[in-house]
C-alpha cells in the first residue's frame, strides 16, 4: 500500500475542512483556516441643501466578518483555506471625503474605499447626499434635498434613508451593516467579537439637521462609520468616513509575515489562536509553521 494517501480532518474553532496529505507517518497540513473580518471606509457625510436642507449621512462600509455576525443580516462568512508561505494581499480602505467646502450649498460626500483580504473585498461605503440622491456602496449613504437613499450591498450593509418629508427638513441617515437608514437617523453598526472583546464597527452617520450649522462630525478611525452631514445652514466642509480595518484569526503554531506598507500589530496567543490588527496600507501577508 502507498504510504502517501489524501486525508481530510475537522479543525476545531472555524468547523472548516481542512486538506491533509500522509507522509510515512504524519500529517502534513497543506492549507490553514483563518478567520476574519474586513470593513471598508466610510462614507463621506453630504454638504447642506439647497433651502437650508440637511446634508445626508456617509452610508457605512460594507462589512464581511466569519465570526459573531456579518454585514446586512447575511449568513456568516466561511474561514478562507490558505497555503502557507504564499503571499496574500491585505487593503485597509480610507474614508470617504465630506462635502460642502465654502459657501457651496451642493457638493455631496465621497464614496469610502474597499478593504481587501485575499478574495474578500468589502465595498466602501456609500457618499451622502446634498441636492442628489445617496450614493450606493457597502451601505448606501442618505439623501439629500429632495432625493433618496443609496442602496447598500448584500450581505455587506442596507439601504441609506430618504429625506422627511421628501424636499424639506434634515438629510437622511446613511445605513449601517446592521439596520437601515430611517429618516434622519443612521442604521446601526455590527458588534464583532473576533479579537476576544466586542467592538462594534460599520454604523452609519446620521443625516444633518436643516435648522442647525453644525458641520458633519467625521467616522471614528477603523471603524468603518460613516460621517454625518452638514446641519442646513452651515458652509464648511464635514468630516470624512471612518477609516476601515482588516482582523485576522488563525492557529498560533504559525507566524504571520506583514508586508511593506501595511500597519498592522499581533496580539499576543490566546485560546490556541492568534489575531491580527490592520489599520492601514495595502500589501502583503504570509503565513508560516512557527
Not at 28 to 57: N, Q, S
Not at 79 to 90: C, D, G, P, R
Not at 109 to 130: L, Q
Request: charged fraction near 5%; proline fraction near 2%.
Amino acid at each position: 500500500m502507498s504510504r502517501y494517501g489524501q486525508r481530510s480532518r475537522l479543525t476545531g474553532a472555524t468547523g472548516a475542512n481542512t486538506i491533509n496529505y500522509w507522509f510515512g507517518g504524519g500529517f502534513f497540513d497543506l492549507t490553514i483556516p483563518v478567520d476574519f473580518l474586513v470593513v471598508a471606509g466610510g462614507g463621506g457625510g453630504g454638504g447642506k441643501g439647497i433651502y437650508e436642507t440637511g446634508g445626508g449621512g456617509g452610508g457605512a462600509g460594507g462589512l464581511r466578518s466569519t465570526v459573531t455576525a456579518t454585514g446586512g443580516g447575511g449568513s456568516l462568512e466561511t474561514a478562507l483555506q490558505l497555503l502557507k508561505s504564499t503571499n496574500y494581499t491585505v487593503t485597509v480602505g480610507a474614508g470617504g471625503a465630506g462635502g460642502g467646502s465654502g459657501s457651496s450649498d451642493s457638493i455631496s460626500g465621497t464614496v469610502g474605499n474597499n478593504s481587501v483580504f485575499s478574495t474578500i473585498t468589502s465595498n466602501g461605503g456609500g457618499r451622502g447626499g446634498s441636492t442628489n440622491n445617496g450614493g450606493n456602496g457597502g451601505s448606501g449613504g442618505g439623501s439629500g434635498y429632495n432625493s433618496t437613499g443609496g442602496t447598500g450591498t448584500t450581505g455587506q450593509g442596507t439601504n441609506g434613508g430618504n429625506t422627511l418629508p421628501l424636499g424639506t427638513g434634515d438629510g437622511g441617515g446613511g445605513g449601517g451593516s446592521s439596520t437601515a437608514g430611517s429618516g434622519p437617523n443612521k442604521g446601526s453598526g455590527s458588534a464583532i467579537s473576533i479579537t476576544g472583546s466586542s467592538v462594534t464597527y460599520a454604523a452609519g452617520g446620521d443625516g444633518g439637521a436643516a435648522s442647525t450649522n453644525a458641520a458633519g462630525a467625521a467616522g471614528t478611525a477603523n471603524s468603518g462609520n460613516g460621517s454625518k452631514g452638514n446641519g442646513g445652514t452651515t458652509n464648511t466642509t464635514c468630516g470624512a468616513g471612518g477609516s476601515g480595518i482588516v482582523i485576522l484569526k488563525y492557529p498560533d503554531t504559525l507566524t504571520i509575515t506583514i508586508g511593506a506598507g501595511l500597519t498592522g500589530t499581533t496580539a499576543s496567543p490566546s485560546g490556541g489562536y492568534k489575531v491580527t490588527s490592520f489599520t492601514a496600507g495595502t500589501g502583503t501577508v504570509s503565513f508560516a509553521l512557527t
